[in-house]
Nanobody
Framework: QVQLVESGGGLVQAGGSLRLSCAASGSIFSVNGMGWYRQAPGNQRELVAYISSDSRSTYADSVKGRFTISRDNGKRTVYLEMNSLKPEDTAVYYC?????????WGQGTQVTVSS
């Protein structure tokens, strides 16, 4: 079984920063791509950022230049550094990790950006 634990969400003013973390644990023999998604009320879940096993990253246009995804393979952890936050970034953020050739989701962490 693979378990993911997210942390780092919270309330921040517009222009502020937050760092999300997502750590995988359990009986893991392989870890591939890792990503962050978000879902705002009334909206579908959308991809925010993705990092491949060889650390190539891609971003949604709405966060390019403001968010940075990174990974620590030794800790089986993916991070999302979020800067210059905007009210429209408010959402529940979920990590997804491909481990043991299957996709696993975190429980979600709320990010709220006040104007």
């Amino acid at each position: 079984q693979v378990q993911l634990v997210e942390s780092g969400g919270g309330l921040v003013q517009a222009g502020g920063s937050l760092r999300l973390s997502c750590a995988a644990s359990g009986s893991i023999f392989s870890v591939n791509g890792m990503g962050w998604y978000r879902q705002a009320p009334g909206n579908q879940r959308e991809l925010v950022a993705y990092i491949s096993s060889d650390s190539r990253s891609t971003y949604a246009d709405s966060v390019k230049g403001r968010f940075t995804i990174s990974r620590d393979n030794g800790k089986r952890t993916v991070y999302l550094e979020m800067n210059s936050l905007k009210p429209e970034d408010t959402a529940v953020y979920y990590c997804k990790i491909n481990a043991n050739f299957g996709d696993h989701w975190g429980q979600g962490t709320q990010v709220t950006v006040s104007s």
